[in-house]
């Protein structure tokens, strides 16, 4: 697909519990698309993941990037180095792992509908079911919205999730017979918070549910092969999962 001109723009989504601080990307035409909701890995909203929203807005979508961290603050909520190196920063994932634990399932409930209201009174989002992707903690969240919101999801992908799949009792697995969009997940492979076990927990989960769904190892890629501004920036495997997202979107919406 061609890709087109878009605009960015930083914006502000009334939620139940405040004011979530957003960006969006679309098309520069100013005529409404189909909406996508794309959910941050846990560094956050910034310069990279935004190149990432207008990509996808290149493409003919609408999307949307919420600061799921907006409790905290404003975008970015943690400050990162340009490039991210856990093993020189680790502290920087000490700061955010309590604020991931907060994003509980009520939370998760109520924001999402709060991002999906905003795009359903949005003249540049087209009318209709939104897609969805996420990377990392933003798997969960996109699959969480996909079983929360199910007659507003047309598809949901997500892409080296962690925690799909556990014995939690709110693990996003439990949520599969509520889904009615197509998946799609691309896991990392040898990734510990993804293991082989909880690929399987997942994927029989979804087939018992009776959910369209594709699920594909990544052979070789690191968690967090999709962000280029970090350490674990597969190329080859970053371009695979647009390649995956896109014959998604491009089927569902």
């Known amino acids: ?16 519990d405040g004011t979530a601080d957003a960006y969006l990307a679309h098309p520069a035409d100013g005529r409404p698309h189909p909406a996508v909701v794309l959910y941050q890995d846990a560094f ?67 924001d999402s509908g709060a991002c999906l209201d905003w795009l359903a009174g949005s003249p540049l989002a087209a009318d209709g079911p939104v897609g969805l992707t996420g990377y990392c903690m933003g798997a969960r969240l996109a699959l969480l919205t996909a079983g929360f919101h199910p ?52 994927e029989d989960a979804l087939s018992a549910a009776g959910v369209r769904f594709r699920s594909e190892l990544y052979t070789g890629a690191a968690h967090g092969y999709t962000q280029a501004d970090t350490a674990s920036y597969d190329e080859q495997a970053a371009e695979r999962h647009w390649e995956a997202l896109l014959g998604l979107l491009e089927r569902t919406l």
């Open 44 to 110: 956050g909203v910034r310069p990279h993941l935004k190149a990432m929203a207008d990509r996808l807005a290149g493409a003919g979508y609408t999307v949307l990037v919420p600061n799921v961290f907006y409790r905290h603050g404003r975008a970015p909520v943690v400050e990162l180095p340009e490039f991210i190196d856990l093993s020189e920063r680790p502290e920087v994932f000490q700061r955010i792992m309590p604020m991931m634990r907060e994003l509980t399932w009520d939370v998760v409930r109520r």
């Open 151 to 202: 007659d507003r999801v047309a598809a949901a992908a997500g892409f080296h999730g962690g925690g799909l799949a556990t014995d939690d009792e709110d693990s996003p697995h439990r949520v599969a017979g509520h889904v009615r969009a197509e998946l799609y997940f691309g896991h990392a492979d040898d990734d510990p918070s993804m293991t082989p076990e909880q690929i399987k927990r997942l």
């Open 1 to 16: 697909m061609p890709m087109t001109a878009v605009e960015g723009q930083d914006i502000d989504i009334p939620t139940p």
